[in-house]
């Protein structure tokens, strides 16, 4: 039985065919427009998971799979990497993700020009901006509060990708750069059920035919395959007004010296503005309100820079609109979105590329446990209840913020996230791959305070186990389950679940502030918290019932 076959947004003519995600078996022969298409021999190749798009969240996508043990096939259209620099700023979230994936210290490492660029600035022009209060979150009794075992990461998303990429190809992922999807169908004749792709080399021209059992959808904000599937989006759509986005080269390293930051706001009246560092000294992005990019930028710039900067040269003017849209499902069947093909939302939080780094963390160990056996099919359903509420949120709050950077120097809006919610991952699910008890339903994670406690659906708390301060709570959790339990709790060092999903359970014993000395908690390999309560029992009882669905 075939399904119905609609084309690919976006497909080169002569191309096979898209089929939107309905039941149904592949034709025999999968054709183009063209008598040469129809004749052209397809090759064929398998592999367990399908990334659509290289870029930033598809590679990191990719290196999750990896580290849970699956095969994985990357393709993007592109020849290479992103030559922009897009996304600079990554919260110390993704950076505990890279932590995981052993990873963190060579992005620290790629990102060294813009080390110690973390504050704002703001003036009439560049020349004349001072940097503005560093502003810090205190804890309840007023020291300064650590939230993660990482500091933060800025570095632009063109220097990080080529590590990612580097990384993923290392650690055993196929990548394929020139190579476009060109047609997918989703089909159950066996048990299993699997995605069969149409892929077109972009470089020669040849199509090769690739089965693979999930399929992940990071192809950008104008997804090919969300639309495909015909899933919609919903949101506040638009938000302020278009801007442009000037991407130059200046050296003005003598310009900063001593006033390095990460954005500086630009209050002239003929040149307002942003203006982001990329590399500290020869790198930035000038972003400005209008709906063109058909001025003369180097007067503007110069005149926002306030210096003759004579060796200023413009690499790129990009017009765009902030948007806020959250895709109306994750999942389809075996497809699933991940990051811009999920949700868009305003750059003012910083949390497009970071909620996009975590849908793929979400994802990859769950694909691990079904493909590897370890959990019951329903188990995925978790990616959409978990992943869209916060998805939604980020672009929420995202939306609700403000780029003018002396507003965002002093203490936030009080009726806003805290910061430190939005940075180390403080949303807490409410559904999903959970087992909370009466208890946790009483007990909802704070919004607007930073006060993580262990409740269950939210990340961990970090704290330091050692006083070298080399090994953190987070680090007790991935790839694998593990049980946390207080001082006091009587718990074998190993458990084992019952049922058909049966898997070993270790345990750690720490004295932390959050936990009670005979307390436990189940964590997830995504270092989130699925149960708490003080019955080894009726832990391994919780986690055998969520990997059985």
């Known amino acids: 039985m075939s399904g119905q076959r609609t084309p690919l947004p976006g497909a080169l003519p002569g191309t096979p065919r898209a089929l939107p995600g309905t039941p149904g078996a592949l034709p025999a022969a999968l ?24 870029g930033l969240v598809g590679l990191t996508a990719a290196l999750v799979c990896r580290h849970h043990g699956l095969e994985v096939t990357v393709v993007e259209k592109r020849a290479t990497t992103s030559p922009q620099p897009k996304a600079r700023r990554f919260h110390v979230r993704s950076m505990e ?19 110690g660029h973390d504050r704002m600035a703001a003036g009439r022009t560049l020349a004349e901006a001072g940097l503005l209060p560093l502003w810090r979150p205190s804890g309840p009794g007023g020291p300064e509060v650590e939230p993660s075992p990482e500091p933060p990461c800025l570095i632009a998303q063109d220097t990080l990708e080529p590590v990612l990429r580097e990384a993923a190809v ?118 400005t ?31 765009w609109r902030a948007e806020m849209l959250v895709a109306d499902r994750y999942t389809h069947h075996r497809v699933h979105l991940v990051g811009d093909a999920a949700h868009v939302m305003p ?10 780094i975590a849908d793929a963390h979400n994802l990859g160990w769950k694909l691990a446990a079904v493909l590897r056996g370890r959990a019951a ?71 607007t305070e930073f006060l993580p406690a262990g409740r269950v659906g939210t990340r961990v708390p970090h704290r330091w186990l050692d006083e070298r301060r080399t090994r953190s709570t987070l680090d007790l959790a991935g790839p694998g389950w593990a049980l946390v339990t207080g001082p006091a709790a009587r718990v074998p060092d190993r458990l084992t679940t019952p049922g058909p999903y049966a898997t070993d359970l270790p ?3 720490i004295e932390a502030d959050f936990l009670p000395p005979d307390h436990l908690l189940l964590l997830r390999p995504d ?5 708490r309560g003080t019955d080894p029992a009726t832990a391994t009882s919780a986690l055998a019932g969520l990997l059985a669905g």
Do not use: K
Request: glycine share 10%; aromatic share 6%; hydrophobic share 40%.
């Open 527 to 531: 270092q989130v918290v699925a149960w």
């Open 377 to 447: 099919p329903a188990l995925l359903d978790s990616y959409d209840a978990e992943r869209r509420p916060a998805g939604w949120f980020a672009a929420d709050q995202s939306s609700r913020r403000t780029q003018a950077l002396r507003d965002r120097a002093t203490a936030p809006d009080p009726t806003l996230a805290h910061p430190y919610v939005l940075a180390a991952g403080g949303f807490q699910y409410t559904e999903g791959a959970l087992v909370p008890g009466p208890a946790d339903l009483a007990d909802p994670e704070p919004v």
């Open 31 to 54: 054709t183009g427009t063209s008598a040469e298409a129809a004749t052209e021999a397809v090759t064929e190749a398998v592999t367990e998971v399908l990334i659509v798009g290289g």
């Open 97 to 115: 993700i890279f932590r995981e994936l052993g990873l963190a210290q060579a992005v620290h490492e790629a990102a060294r020009d813009l080390a």
């Open 347 to 356: 750059p003012f939080a910083a949390s497009g590329a970071n909620t996009g």
């Open 507 to 509: 345990v750690h014993r």
């Open 170 to 287: 290392a650690a055993g992922a196929t990548v394929r750069f020139g190579t476009e999807l060109t047609a997918f169908e989703q089909r159950w004749e066996t048990s299993e059920g699997e995605v069969v792709a149409t892929l077109l080399d972009r470089t020669d021209g040849r199509r090769e035919r690739l089965r693979c059992r999930h399929l992940v959808a990071a192809d950008g904000a104008r997804s090919t395959v969300r639309e495909a599937l015909g899933i919609g989006r919903s949101g506040r759509g638009p938000v302020g007004e278009p801007s442009v986005s000037v991407y130059f080269r200046a050296d003005l390293g003598d310009v900063v010296r001593g006033r390095e930051f990460n954005l500086c706001q630009i209050e002239h009246p003929d040149a307002p503005g942003a203006l982001a560092s990329v590399d500290g000294r020869r790198r930035w992005v000038f972003m």
């Open 289 to 319: 309100g209008g709906d063109t990019a058909d001025r003369d930028w180097p007067r503007v710039l110069r005149t926002a820079l306030g210096v003759p900067a004579p060796d200023l040269e413009v690499l790129s003017a990009l017009p």
